[in-house]
């Protein structure tokens, strides 16, 4: 199990009780994923499933947001999926992203995603925005889940609340486990903020939920106390947004003493405790420096801009190198960690003083 390296507070860092439904999910689902105690963090399983899929249906949900309905280019019926789950998005232009699934898990005829355009991002959202037409072709892996919602396991498990806070676009992933929360029999409270309802998407479908149950917040910053208001001993809670509020729901939530804290990021977590190194490219001789609190991939980006990757935070195993010579210090949580001399050059780092990849 890899450590959170994240500075976090010593109890969630090192938990003195684990989390109970988690605890319980294993039990019953063991082997199907790898969990932490307390604060959520999960190995994805090892996904080999190539789906090839066609735009259905495209449209906007809020200002920059679109949505893609994705069926089966054969008309044939998808693989199931559970709240919480995503599938790798291969683009037209090769480049690869993960996307929630955020659309009606009992409907076994197309997927839905949605996707918020980044002008500043990797250029993955622009070419859906701009460049993926409704019957563009594409290929995708999974669906996997590195954020399950066990909804079935929570009375198993002494879970009495789930609390749902969801920022701008992470209501993706939200979504389908809010969608569920009634079938698990326990209180429920979903948040979901944004800068203003003009940048939200699903505000449609969020609206036809009991009313009691949901608050939308808009405007300034809301503290983190704020937004977990409703949590307390026998609650879990399941968090999607930025990393700046993240780390402050990360901290409060300690002091809540709720059960379990479980969350997606949507940005790679900043390197801690890292050494500089060299990496040596095998294919051009070329040497590149990597900062102490530089990640390999940022580094590499800079000689080989073309370089794979896509959740940058070392599970899917997109960026995943061969390793020439040199010791690597492994600090990713994907499947392919058991592959001997490769690397994930958005996680990992070295051992020695240098490394050369088959780059």
């Not at 969630?12 to 989390?19: I, T």
């Not at 309905?69 to 998808?78: I, K, P, Q, T």
């Not at 929570?154 to 389908?176: C, K, N, Y």
Request: hydrophobic letters at 40%; proline letters at 8%.
């Amino acid at each position: 199990m890899t450590e959170d390296r994240s500075p976090v507070p010593p109890s969630l860092r090192r938990p003195g009780k684990r989390d109970r439904l988690f605890a319980a999910l294993q039990l019953t689902a063991r082997g199907y994923v790898a969990v932490t105690s307390r604060v959520g963090i999960i190995e994805p399983t090892e996904v080999d499933r190539v789906l090839r899929l066609v735009v259905a249906d495209a449209r906007s949900e809020a200002d920059g947001v679109r949505s893609l309905r994705l069926e089966a280019a054969d008309g044939s019926v998808l693989r199931p999926w559970h709240p919480g789950a995503h599938i790798d998005l291969t683009l037209p232009s090769g480049k690869v992203r993960q996307y929630s699934l955020c659309g009606d898990r009992t409907d076994r005829r197309s997927y839905r995603i949605a996707i918020r355009r980044l002008p500043d991002g990797g250029g993955g959202s622009i070419e859906i925005h701009d460049r993926l037409p409704v019957g563009t072709r594409v290929i995708a892996a999974g669906p996997r889940n590195a954020f399950p919602f066990a909804y079935p396991h929570l009375a198993r498990a002494d879970i009495s609340r789930v609390v749902f806070v969801a920022a701008g676009i992470g209501i993706t992933a939200i979504l389908p486990m809010v969608r569920a929360a009634p079938a698990s029999g326990v209180d429920w409270h979903l948040t979901y903020l944004g800068r203003d309802t003009a940048t939200m998407p699903f505000l449609d479908e969020i609206g036809g939920l009991d009313p009691d149950r949901v608050r939308i917040l808009t405007g300034p910053r809301r503290t983190a106390a704020e937004l977990l208001a409703h949590a307390a001993p026998r609650t879990s809670v399941y968090f999607c947004g930025p990393p700046a509020l993240l780390a402050g729901i990360r901290t409060e939530f300690d002091r809540t003493g709720a059960a379990g804290l479980h969350f997606e990021r949507f940005s790679p977590e900043p390197v801690v405790g890292g050494q500089p190194f060299e990496i040596r490219l095998a294919r051009t001789t070329a040497s590149i420096h990597v900062a102490a609190d530089e990640s390999a991939l940022a580094a590499v980006r800079g000689a080989v801009p073309d370089v794979a990757y896509s959740c940058q935070q070392g599970f899917c195993g997109t960026c995943r190198v061969r390793v020439v010579s040199g010791d690597v210090d492994r600090r990713g949580r994907s499947p392919f960690l058991d592959e001997p001399d490769t690397m994930l050059i958005c996680t990992d780092r070295a051992n020695s003083a240098q490394l050369t990849l088959d780059l």
